[in-house]
C-alpha cells in the first residue's frame, strides 16, 4: 500500500511505471514468446527427428517379418495340403515338404534368421526340420486350436519362446484350404530373437534414451540398451489408444509407433534435456537482448523525466497556491510545448473559476431569494385569516369534527413547509402537503371544487424541492377555477416519462389564461424574473426559477393554456432518491 500511494503521489514515479509497463514489460513479453517459439521449433523438430528414427526400425521390422511370412506359401503346395488331409501315406510328402523348405531358405534374404519351421494338421501330426515326422502332445495341440488370435484364419500370432535355451519368436498361421475355406492345419516359423535385438541395438546406439519393443498385449518383446529395463509410462491408455505419436511425462519424451504388420508398438524413451539442448543457446542470447535493450530505456527514461519534470513542478506550485485560496495566480510560460499548452490551459481554467464562483455566488443568491418567495408566498396572511374564520365558523356551529379535522390539515400544511430546514422531501410528502391544504380549500369552496389524484406510486420515494406544487395548486384553485362559473375540478397527475424523468401535471378546468399574458409568463419564467406577488404567475415563474438552479436544464415547468377552457402545468424533476 505505501508503494502504492508513492506512485500515486509522484508524476515521475508514475512515468517511471508507464515506461515499464510500455517498453519493458513488452520486450520481456517479446523475450519469453521469442523464446517460447523457439523452444516449440526445436522440439517439434527433435520430436519429428524422434518418430523418424522410431518408423524407420519399424519398417524395418516389417520388411523382415514380411520375408519371413512368404514361407506361409509351403502351406498352400500341394503336398502339404496332401500332408495335412492324409493321416496315413505321407511319407513322400513328408521328404516334398521338407526338400520345399530347403528351396525356399535357399532363395529368401532373410532365410539365416529362421531356426525351425513346423507344419501341423488337426490331429497333431506334425512335420519339422529338426525332428521330420512327429506326434503332437495333445495340450500343445489343443492350446494352437484354442488360440483366440488364430480365429480369423487371416491373423498370425507371433510370440516370444525360448528354442535350445535360446530367445526365439514363434509365428504361427493357419493353413486354409482354398476350396472350402476350413482349416487344414497350422504352420510355425521360429525366428531368432537376435535378428531383431541386432537391429535395434544399432539403431539405439546412435540415439540416447532407451528403445523397447512390446506385443499386443503390450508385454516386452525387446530392450535397448540390453541391461536396461523398460521404461514405466505413466499415461498408457494414450499408448494403446493411438498407433503413432508422442506425449511427455517430467522429464521424459515418450515417441512410439504401431507396426500394421505385427501390431508391435516400437517405443523410445529421450530425456527432454537431451532433446532441447539447442534451446539454451537461444534463451542466452534473448537474455542479453532484452536486458540491454532494458538498460538503455531506463537511461532514455531519465533523461527525458529530467525535462519535463522541472516545468511540471513549477504548474504545481501554482496549483497548490490556487488550492490554498489564491484565485489570481498565474502561471507564466517561457516555452512552446504541450506543458506550456497545460501552463494556458491552467491560467485559462483560473480565469473561469473566477468567473464560476461569481456566477454560483449569485445563482446561491437568486436561489435563497427564491426561496424566501416560497415561504412568504405559503405564510399568505390572508389564506392563514380564511382558514382560521373557517375554523371559528365551524366551532360555532358546534362542528367539532370538522375543526378537528382543518386544524390538523392546517398544522400539517405549515409542518411539512417547514421541513426542519430541508431543502428538498419526498414526493409523498409533498403529495401529502397539497392534500392537507386542499383539505382546507375545499370546506371553502365545496361547491365549486372537485379534486382528484392519478400518481404512480412508483414515484412517491423520489424526492422534489419542497413547495413546488403547491403554488400551483392554489394558482389553478385563485386564478382558474375562482374566476369562472360553475364547478371546477383539479386533476394532480403523475408518473415517469419516456426518458425516465418523474412529470407532474396540475390540470384544471378553470378560466384559463390569454394568449398574451401567456406568453408574458414563458417570457418571465426564461427570464427567471417573477412578476409581482399579487399578480397571477407569480407562484409559477417563482417554482421554475427554483427548479432550474437546482436541477439545472431541461427541468423547469412547462406550461399550456386555453382561455375559456383551462390549464396545464406541468413539473419535470430527475428521477433522484433521497
Known amino acids: 500500500m505505501k508503494l502504492i500511494r508513492r506512485i500515486n503521489s509522484s508524476f515521475r514515479l508514475k512515468l517511471m511505471v508507464m515506461f515499464i509497463l510500455l517498453t519493458v514489460i513488452p520486450l520481456i513479453v517479446v523475450g519469453v514468446v521469442s523464446y517460447i517459439k523457439s523452444y516449440n521449433i526445436v522440439s517439434e523438430n527433435s520430436y519429428a527427428l524422434a518418430q523418424q528414427k522410431v518408423d524407420q526400425l519399424t519398417r524395418e521390422f516389417d520388411v523382415i517379418i514380411q520375408d519371413i511370412k512368404l514361407f506361409n506359401e509351403i502351406g498352400k503346395k500341394e503336398s502339404t495340403v496332401q500332408f495335412l488331409i492324409d493321416s496315413k501315406n505321407t511319407a513322400n510328402e513328408a521328404k516334398d515338404i521338407l526338400t520345399m523348405i530347403n528351396f525356399y531358405k535357399e532363395n529368401y ?3 539365416d534368421s529362421i531356426m525351425n519351421i513346423r507344419i501341423i494338421d488337426l490331429e497333431g501330426k506334425a512335420i519339422s526340420e529338426d525332428r521330420g515326422v512327429y506326434l503332437l ?56 530373437a537376435s535378428t531383431f535385438k541386432n537391429i535395434l541395438h544399432e539403431t539405439a546406439s546412435k540415439i540416447s534414451g532407451t528403445i523397447h519393443i512390446e506385443d499386443q498385449d ?17 499415461n498408457r ?16 519424451l515418450i515417441v512410439f509407433q504401431t507396426s500394421d504388420i505385427t501390431g508391435w508398438k516400437i517405443v523410445r524413451v529421450s530425456p527432454l534435456s537431451e532433446i532441447v539442448k539447442s534451446t539454451e543457446n ?9 536486458g ?3 538498460i538503455f530505456i531506463i537511461g532514455l527514461y531519465y533523461f527525458i523525466t529530467s525535462r519535463l519534470i522541472l516545468p511540471l513542478r513549477v504548474l504545481k506550485k501554482k496549483m497548490k497556491q490556487a488550492s490554498l485560496g489564491d484565485l489570481n495566480v498565474m502561471v507564466t510560460n517561457h516555452r ?14 483560473m480565469m473561469k473559476i ?18 424566501l418567495r416560497t415561504l412568504q408566498a405559503q405564510i399568505n396572511p390572508h389564506f392563514l385569516y380564511n382558514t382560521l374564520e373557517t375554523i371559528i365558523w365551524m366551532a360555532e356551529a358546534k362542528k367539532g369534527e370538522q375543526v378537528v379535522e382543518i386544524t390538523k390539515a392546517l398544522s400539517h400544511f405549515f409542518r411539512i413547509s417547514l421541513s426542519k430546514g430541508k431543502d428538498c422531501i419526498l414526493l409523498e410528502d409533498e403529495i401529502e402537503h397539497i392534500r392537507n391544504y386542499l383539505l382546507i380549500q375545499k370546506i371553502r369552496y365545496q361547491d365549486i371544487l372537485d379534486v382528484t389524484f392519478h400518481l404512480n406510486e412508483d414515484i412517491l420515494k423520489y424526492e422534489i424541492i419542497k413547495l413546488s406544487l403547491q403554488p400551483l395548486v392554489e394558482n389553478a384553485i385563485y386564478h382558474g377555477i375562482k374566476n369562472k362559473r360553475g364547478k371546477g375540478f383539479v386533476r394532480i397527475k403523475g408518473d415517469f416519462n419516456p426518458e425516465g424523468h418523474i412529470c407532474i401535471d396540475v390540470i384544471d378546468n378553470g378560466i384559463g389564461i390569454k394568449e398574451d399574458e401567456l406568453m408574458k409568463i414563458k417570457k418571465q419564467m426564461s427570464q427567471g424574473v417573477p412578476f409581482e406577488k399579487d399578480r397571477g404567475g407569480f407562484g409559477m415563474v417563482n417554482v421554475h426559477q427554483r427548479l432550474v438552479l437546482f436541477y439545472g436544464e431541461p427541468f423547469g415547468l412547462k406550461i399550456n393554456s386555453w382561455y375559456g377552457s383551462g390549464t396545464r402545468v406541468r413539473i419535470i424533476i430527475p428521477a433522484k432518491r433521497c
Open 237 to 252: 491408455d494414450f499408448i494403446e489408444e493411438n498407433r503413432y505419436g508422442y506425449l511427455t511425462e517430467r522429464s521424459k
Open 218 to 234: 503390450g508385454n516386452t518383446l525387446f530392450v535397448s540398451p540390453e541391461l536396461a529395463s523398460a521404461p514405466e509410462v505413466e
Open 292 to 294: 540491454s535493450s532494458i
Open 354 to 371: 473566477n468567473t464560476l464562483v461569481k456566477k454560483s455566488v449569485d445563482e446561491q443568491k437568486q436561489l435563497k431569494i427564491a426561496e
Open 109 to 111: 534374404q532373410y532365410s
Open 137 to 192: 502332445d495333445k495340450v500343445s495341440l489343443n492350446q494352437l486350436k484354442n488360440s483366440n488370435d488364430l480365429e480369423d484364419n487371416m491373423n498370425t500370432v507371433i510370440q516370444p519362446i525360448y528354442k535350445n535355451s535360446t530367445p526365439a519368436l514363434s509365428m504361427t498361421s493357419a493353413i486354409v484350404s482354398d476350396d472350402s475355406k476350413k482349416v487344414l492345419g497350422f504352420i510355425t516359423i521360429i525366428i531368432k
Open 336 to 349: 512552446t510545448d504541450e506543458i506550456a499548452d497545460l501552463g494556458e490551459n491552467f491560467n485559462s481554467m
Open 282 to 290: 537461444i534463451k542466452s542470447l534473448i537474455i542479453i537482448t532484452v
